[in-house]
């Protein structure tokens, strides 16, 4: 790597390679310590190609979700197995590796600007801004970033836009799906807002146990699959479809019962 090789963002490789590891280091406590972060799925990370993949996710807190995404992501190329054990991996991380968030939150302080070195795609919310709902035109210069992204690596999306759960797919995730065909992975974590406050920064509770399952990447018919068919799917694959919103057996709620004893929370 030249010393001041940089990405198609103009951000200087080395620097964010040390930014990374930095992060990676006092971050992984968060997930294997103070919690403990329940993997599924990793094979599927391996066999990913080097670029245009897009992982599609449940959003729980502003920034740990996306700091666990990046320790599962090394941690798996690195040839561990649904494990983060052994901070090692994140000596020599993926570099290409981005994610969709807010220009505002990432622009809210010292820390999210630092954290938008390691790999932001900060783009203008067109339904929300400053806690008050906008209506606005989508950026062509947004779009554009994402797609640069894709070009050159993964890029992470949060396509309901919001921390909220049971909210709409945004349906221009759908529109960049189906104009770039990447391959679509599908992301579904939980036990983050019960650990971390909104932001993700500070530690709420510990003993918790937190889960990530990385899925097969979708099935899209990129020409003929409308855009209500990807929103759909993107729907049930991160378990955000209404029909999850259902009334529950006697069995399941007894099941759900022993899990949040081993969570140790009380809901």
């Not at 200087?12 to 294997?32: P, V």
């Not at 795609?121 to 950026?139: F, H, L, M, P």
Request: no cysteine; net charge positive; proline share 4%.
């Amino acid at each position: 790597m030249g010393l001041f090789k940089r990405n198609p963002f103009g951000h200087i490789l080395l620097i964010k390679k040390w930014i990374i590891r930095y992060l990676g280091i006092i971050t992984h406590r968060r997930f294997r310590g103070f919690n403990e972060l329940q993997i599924e799925g990793s094979e599927v990370i391996k066999n990913l190609p080097h670029n245009n993949v897009l992982f599609i996710s449940n959003h729980q807190t502003y920034f740990a979700d996306v700091v666990a995404m990046f320790h599962v992501f090394n941690a798996s190329l690195s040839g561990r197995e649904d494990s983060i054990k052994n901070i090692g991996y994140i000596w020599n991380p993926k570099l290409n590796v981005y994610y969709v968030a807010a220009k505002e939150t990432m622009k809210s302080g010292l820390l999210p600007k630092i954290f938008a070195y390691a790999g932001s795609i900060s783009i203008e919310r067109t339904w929300r801004a400053e806690g008050k709902d906008v209506n606005r035109q989508v950026k062509m210069s947004d779009i554009s970033s994402i797609a640069k992204a894709l070009k050159d690596g993964w890029v992470i999306t949060f396509p309901q836009g919001t921390t909220t759960p049971f909210k709409p797919i945004r349906k221009g995730t759908a529109h960049i799906i189906k104009r770039y065909e990447p391959i679509v992975v599908p992301v579904v974590i939980d036990g983050f807002r019960r650990s971390f406050d909104k932001k993700g920064l500070r530690v709420k509770k510990k003993n918790i146990l937190q889960s990530m399952e990385i899925k097969a990447p979708l099935d899209i018919d990129y020409k003929n699959d409308s855009i209500e068919d990807i929103v759909e799917k993107i729907e049930y694959s991160i378990e955000q479809h209404p029909s999850f919103l259902k009334v529950l057996t006697k069995k399941q709620i007894e099941d759900m019962e022993e899990l949040n004893k081993q969570r140790k929370y009380n809901v």
